[in-house]
């Protein structure tokens, strides 16, 4: 994985190689280089890594992106913010697991920085309700809850939020 500013200085040389290449009138070489610079352009925004990472947790292999998600060092520096948000969203399914705590604060910092999806939002909401039903936080809980069925403008997760909500009374 290259940090976001390489990939950005590589993509300029690329376009600037291919315009020379257009100049000498080597289409081909040219047009080449263009889509080489495409690539580089959309791993800067959509980084390989956590793509991997949620191919990962999409087997339900928890260690294997917790491998994938290791190999970002940095993720303010070598992430875009909306990357940044699906980082520590990866890293609060994970940690609900294990460790309410941490998958709390990593839900809440995925959701301070946005998640580009609203399918996800809503999830990542209606997770951190879950978490605080468990806590007994009712009024957070019922505020987030809210908020994801808001959120969830396709309506892929009103089964959930019914039955937390039913949870939730009973509480």
């Known amino acids: ?3 976001k500013v390489i990939k950005l200085i590589l993509a300029a040389a690329s376009i600037g190689y291919s315009v ?4 000498e009138s080597y289409t081909g070489n040219g047009i080449f280089l263009l889509l080489i610079a495409g690539m580089f352009i959309l791993l800067y925004f ?6 991997l990472a949620f191919l ?3 087997k339900q292999d928890f260690e294997g992106t917790l491998k994938w998600l290791g190999r970002i060092g940095n993720p303010e520096a070598n992430l875009v ?3 940044q948000g699906y980082f520590h969203y990866l890293h609060g399914v994970i940690e609900s697991q294990t460790n309410l705590t941490k998958a709390e604060k990593s839900f809440r910092k995925a959701l301070s920085l946005g998640l580009s999806m609203s399918t996800d939002e809503a ?3 209606l997770s951190l309700a879950g978490i605080l039903m468990q806590k007994r936080r009712k009024r957070e809980a019922t505020t987030l809850l809210n908020d994801a069925k808001k959120t969830d403008t ?5 089964e959930q939020i019914k039955m937390m909500q039913q949870q939730l009374k009973k509480i």
């Open 123 to 125: 999830m990542a909401k």
């Open 46 to 51: 959509k980084n390989e890594i956590i793509f």
């Open 20 to 23: 020379y290449q257009f100049t």
């Open 1 to 3: 994985m290259f940090p």
């Open 81 to 83: 913010r909306s990357q």
């Open 56 to 58: 990962r947790l999409r």
């Open 154 to 158: 396709h309506n892929v997760l009103s």
